[in-house]
């Protein structure tokens, strides 16, 4: 099982990036696909997650920012985010998550800054 995350990277305060996680080896619409990040210093939080049958949840402070969508025929779950503030900088990861199985991707860097 893999999980790659992509399309983090430097965004001026306002912008907007798309982060993306390709999944491989495992059935991809059967999980609950989650977003998570950690600033330096800080603990693991939840972003956003997505179930198996599209429901999307969001922590407090994405709320209305990001979006969470995922396209199982691409085995892909997409972070679009919105208006980035300097607090969003962080490593961004991925996690694929059953009853019974959990993958975690390697993270990607997302830093807003001016």
């Known amino acids: 099982v893999q999980l790659v995350e992509s399309g983090g990277g430097l965004v001026q305060p306002g912008g907007s990036l798309t982060l993306s996680c390709a999944a491989s080896g495992l059935l991809f619409s059967m999980y609950t696909m989650v977003w998570y990040r950690q600033a330096p210093g800080e603990q693991r939080e939840l972003v956003a997650h997505i179930t198996s049958g599209g429901s999307a949840v969001y922590a407090d402070s994405v709320k209305g920012r990001f979006t969470i969508s995922r396209d199982n025929g691409k085995n892909t779950v997409y972070l679009q985010m919105n208006n980035l503030k300097p607090k969003d900088t962080a490593v961004y990861y991925c996690?694929?998550?059953?009853?019974?199985?959990?993958?975690w991707g390697q993270g990607t860097q997302v830093t807003v800054s001016s």
């Open positions: 996690r694929a998550q059953t009853l019974w199985s959990d993958y």
